[in-house]
C-alpha cells in the first residue's frame, strides 16, 4: 500500500464518516481518550486539489481549483453562498463528479476521515434518540438493537466532549438546533479521525456550544489531525484558522488569516463575479 491515496481514482464514499481504507478501521475504545480532552497523537494527511473543476450543465461550480492543505493544520474555506465551497467537500468525499485531481498524501497507511454536515432537522415526532442516531452512524449493528459493545464507550465518551452526555435518551428532534449540531459534531469523532471535514459546524450553535467548538478545534490541532473547515464566522476564522483559501468558484487567495482577512481581498471575495485571483 501506497502512502499517496488519490481520491479521483478511488473515491472516499459519500457516509457521514468515510473511512480512506478497510484497512484503517479503527475506534475510540481502540485509542482511549482522556476526559481533560487530550487525544491521542496521530499523524494527518496532506491535502492537493489540483486545478478541480466541475460543471452542471451549463453552470461552472468550479474552475481550476488549486491549493493545497498542510498535515495536522485548521485551513478554512471562505467565500460566498454559492461559491463552491460545499461541492468542492462533496467532490473530495466522493459525491459528485469533477475533473483534475484530489488526492491524500498519507504520512503511512491510509486512515480515517470523519466529516461533520451541516445542520440536519428531524421531525419532532421521530422516535430516534440520541443514542439511535448515534448508533446508525458509528456501527454497523442496526441502531434498533442498542449500541453495540465496541462502541458503547466510544460514543458516552463523545458525547461527553461535546457536552451532550446527560440528553442521550432525547428523541433528535426534540433538540435544540445547536445541541444537534454538537452530536454531529460528537459523531465526527468516532473512529477517531485523521481528517476532519467540517461543514459550517457552527452555524447552529449557540455561546455554548461555540466554546466545546473552539475546545475541540484546539484540541484537534495539538493532536495532528489534519482539518479542512468550511466557515462563514470570519471573526473565528481570523483567530483559529493556521491558512485560509477565499473560493468564489476559483481560488480568489490563499494564505495565512492575517494576509488573506482584509477588506480588499473579502470585497473581490464576495463580489457576485470575481474580477481577477489575488
Not at 98 to 121: C, F, K, N
Not at 126 to 140: E, G, K, W, Y
Request: some cysteine; charged content about 20%; overall charge neutral.
Amino acid at each position: 500500500m501506497t502512502a499517496k491515496e488519490t481520491l479521483s481514482e478511488s473515491p472516499v464514499g459519500a457516509s457521514l464518516l468515510a473511512k480512506a481504507s478497510s484497512q484503517s478501521t479503527s475506534s475510540l475504545n481502540d485509542t482511549p481518550h482522556s476526559r481533560a480532552g487530550s487525544l491521542p497523537q496521530v499523524s494527518g494527511p496532506t491535502l492537493d486539489f489540483a486545478d478541480v473543476s466541475l460543471t452542471l450543465g451549463r453552470t461552472t461550480i468550479l474552475d481550476n481549483v488549486t491549493f493545497q492543505v498542510q498535515p495536522g493544520s485548521v485551513h478554512a474555506l471562505v467565500g460566498p453562498n454559492g461559491g463552491g465551497k460545499s461541492s468542492l467537500i462533496k467532490t473530495l468525499l466522493g459525491q459528485m463528479p469533477h475533473q483534475g485531481r484530489l488526492s491524500l498524501q498519507w504520512p503511512g497507511d491510509p486512515g480515517t476521515i470523519g466529516y461533520v454536515p451541516q445542520a440536519l432537522e428531524f421531525d419532532r415526532g421521530l422516535p430516534m434518540t440520541v443514542d439511535d442516531f448515534m448508533a446508525a452512524m458509528c456501527q454497523r449493528r442496526p441502531a434498533f438493537l442498542g449500541l453495540s459493545k465496541h462502541y458503547a464507550a466510544a460514543i458516552g465518551e463523545a458525547l461527553e466532549r461535546v457536552g451532550m452526555q446527560d440528553k442521550r435518551k432525547r428523541r433528535m428532534g426534540a433538540l435544540s438546533g445547536g445541541e444537534r449540531q454538537r452530536v454531529l459534531l460528537a459523531q465526527g469523532l468516532i473512529p477517531a479521525p485523521q481528517l476532519l471535514v467540517l461543514d459550517e459546524p457552527m452555524s447552529a450553535l449557540d455561546e455554548a456550544g461555540i466554546q466545546v467548538f473552539e475546545r475541540l478545534l484546539g484540541d484537534w490541532r495539538r493532536s495532528g489531525i489534519t482539518v479542512l473547515w468550511i466557515e462563514h464566522d470570519l471573526e473565528a476564522v481570523g483567530r483559529l484558522a493556521d491558512r485560509v483559501t477565499g473560493l468564489n468558484r476559483r481560488v480568489l487567495f490563499d494564505a495565512t488569516p492575517k494576509q488573506a482577512l482584509t477588506p480588499e481581498r473579502l470585497l473581490t471575495l464576495f463580489s457576485t463575479h470575481p474580477r481577477s485571483a489575488a
